[in-house]
């Protein structure tokens, strides 16, 4: 069975920091360009970031630019999502995300088969 197992979220004060991790399985993780999804209450999910298969391309939202770090570990098919000087607007359910083996980056949602179940991010002012 696929499985996408995400942990790590929390509760944080505005200006920390949390680390996600993503880990995979059921599926050839090395083939599929992965990504991070966040949805706040009562918006529509966005991508946050997204990495290529080959690891050759990131797409980082503009939201998040400087500030989140996407990788993955290929040997433990595992993905994280580094979360530095995070703000009370961040505050969602982030969801991991692996794609349909396109071969190239992707970050629309509906362009990602396989999900995480989420975990909460909550960042208080």
């Known amino acids: 069975d696929v499985q996408l197992q995400a942990s790590g979220g929390g509760l944080v004060q505005a200006g920390g920091s949390l680390r996600l991790s993503c880990a995979a399985s059921?599926?050839?993780?090395?083939?599929?360009?992965i990504g991070w999804f966040r949805q706040a209450p009562g918006a529509v999910r966005e991508a946050v970031s997204c990495?290529?298969?080959?690891?050759?391309?990131?797409y980082y939202a503009d939201f998040v630019k400087g500030r989140f770090t996407i990788s993955r570990d290929h040997a433990k098919n595992t993905m994280y999502l580094q979360m530095n000087n995070l703000k009370p607007e961040d505050t969602a359910v982030y969801y991991c995300?692996?794609?349909?083996?396109?071969?190239?980056?992707?970050?629309?949602?509906?362009?990602?088969?396989?999900w995480g179940q989420g975990t909460l991010v909550t960042v208080s002012s």
């Open positions: 990495i290529m298969s080959s690891d050759r391309k990131i």
């Open positions: 059921g599926f050839t993780f090395d083939d599929r360009a």
């Open positions: 995300a692996a794609d349909r083996g396109q071969g190239y980056l992707v970050y629309q949602p509906h362009e990602y088969e396989y």
